[in-house]
């Protein structure tokens, strides 16, 4: 049961390179999401998706890109990463929308240098 | 919008009880609570619906007060486990679109 996986697990990567953070799950959920999280700031939402082909941005989409074209892969993508987005990277999924729970992956910590 | 929590910050010693707020200005339609421990990933604890009632998990309860858009999560006779931050993410509308507030770390001491 393998639930929900994010690789890599650690990056490193210069600025202005292009990164791609995968996301993997084995539930069939419905709903897919990326979040960062930085001290003092919580979990923010990046962009989320409700089904394969349909996304749309959260809290702070800038600079970021994701596509879904099977229900179980969620990519996040950097086109050019610059510091300010070094973070750590939740991907999470759920059954559905409204009102229930989301389960998280194990994260990735991403540094840009 | 950004729930806020309060405290910041909490230190028990085993067998206390804590209580965590999150408050919101916007009407909710859901408040969800996750722990988190350093390094690892939040972890879903229970959620609240728009007219549901309290909610329990072992010896970690919760409340939504609708009047308020506020919920609180009680932690009672703490336990060592108890340790980690605590999140509140709320959801407006039914829009599954979760604003998480900044935590609160719970420190449980033997």
């Known amino acids: 049961d393998a639930g929900i996986t994010q690789s890599p697990r650690?990056?490193?990567t210069e600025t202005?390179?292009?990164?791609?953070?995968?996301c993997h799950q084995t539930w069939s959920h419905s709903y897919m999401f990326w979040y960062r999280q930085d001290l003092g700031h919580g979990l923010r939402l990046i962009y989320y998706s409700a089904a394969a082909d349909i996304t749309d941005k959260g809290e702070v989409p800038d600079g970021y890109v994701v596509s879904r074209s099977k229900t179980e892969n969620f990519p996040l993508t950097l086109e050019s990463a610059t510091r300010s987005q070094t973070s750590v990277?939740?991907?999470a999924s759920s059954v559905t929308g409204g009102g229930y729970e989301q389960y998280f992956g194990p994260g990735t910590r991403l540094t840009v240098t | 919008?950004?729930?806020?929590?309060s405290p910041q910050a909490v230190i028990l010693r085993e067998?206390?009880?804590a209580v965590i707020n999150c408050?919101?200005?916007?009407?909710?339609?859901?408040?969800?609570w996750y722990r988190q421990k350093h390094g690892e990933a939040p972890v879903f604890l229970m959620i609240l619906l728009k007219g549901g009632e309290q909610k329990g998990h072992e010896k970690i309860s919760a409340s939504f007060n609708e009047k308020k858009q506020q919920s609180s999560l009680y932690l009672t006779a703490s336990q060592l486990s108890y340790s980690g931050t605590y999140f509140c993410g709320t959801e407006r509308s039914n829009d599954?679109?979760?604003s998480f507030g900044a935590g609160t770390t719970v420190t449980v001491r033997a």
């Open chain 1, 10 to 12: 650690y990056k490193i």
């Open chain 1, 16 to 22: 202005g390179r292009q990164v791609t953070l995968m």
């Open chain 1, 89 to 91: 990277y939740f991907c």
């Open chain 2, 1 to 5: 919008q950004q729930p806020v929590q």
């Open chain 2, 15 to 17: 067998g206390e009880d």
């Open chain 2, 23 to 32: 408050s919101s200005s916007k009407a909710l339609y859901s408040v969800h």
């Open chain 2, 96 to 98: 599954y679109k979760l």
